[in-house]
């Protein structure tokens, strides 16, 4: 019976170090996939998103709204698409899939982005009303 167990959890050590590491490499792709698109970068940059830290300045408003397309969790012509972001945070969220997108439509309403001209900044701006659930929230910027 405990070798069984030892086996369980070796298996599960090895597969969560196994999705980590896919994760990890996805992050690394998406980092370099739209660094190449978005002028400006720097490596300092590149190692802020790498930390989750996404700092409010011209080249990020960029970097975010290209993760955004990218993903297909946003387009310039309708903004958030809060059913894919749903499925893309594995409806894990804590919230049932019709209270997040209520909540988050709420969030995006009050914001007014059809007001904000440069598309960078609106996505940038729309991002703000998933930050928490993405991790995004560190830098202490609301």
């Given at each position: 019976?405990?070798?069984?167990?030892?086996?369980?959890v070796a298996?599960?050590?090895?597969?969560?170090?196994?999705l980590?590491?896919?994760?990890?490499?996805?992050?690394?792709?998406?980092?370099?996939?739209?660094?190449?698109?978005v002028?400006g970068?720097?490596?300092d940059?590149?190692?802020?998103?790498?930390?989750?830290e996404y700092?409010?300045?011209?080249?990020?408003?960029?970097?975010?709204?290209?993760?955004?397309?990218?993903?297909?969790?946003?387009?310039d012509?309708?903004g958030?698409?809060?059913?894919?972001?749903?499925?893309?945070?594995?409806?894990?969220?804590?919230?049932?899939?019709?209270?997040?997108i209520?909540?988050?439509r709420?969030?995006?309403?009050?914001?007014?982005?059809?007001?904000?001209?440069?598309?960078?900044d609106r996505?940038?701006?729309?991002?703000?009303?998933?930050?928490?659930?993405?991790?995004?929230?560190?830098?202490g910027?609301k």
């Amino acid at each position: 019976m405990k070798l069984s167990t030892l086996i369980v959890v070796a298996f599960l050590t090895v597969f969560s170090v196994q999705l980590a590491t896919a994760a990890s490499d996805d992050i690394e792709s998406l980092i370099e996939t739209c660094s190449a698109t978005v002028q400006g970068m720097t490596d300092d940059l590149k190692a802020r998103y790498r930390a989750n830290e996404y700092p409010d300045d011209p080249v990020t408003h960029c970097f975010v709204r290209c993760v955004g397309l990218t993903l297909n969790l946003y387009t310039d012509e309708d903004g958030v698409d809060l059913e894919a972001n749903w499925q893309h945070l594995g409806n894990g969220v804590g919230d049932e899939e019709d209270q997040f997108i209520a909540n988050h439509r709420a969030c995006l309403d009050g914001r007014n982005l059809n007001a904000i001209e440069n598309l960078c900044d609106r996505a940038y701006s729309a991002f703000q009303c998933l930050k928490e659930e993405y991790g995004m929230d560190q830098t202490g910027q609301k």
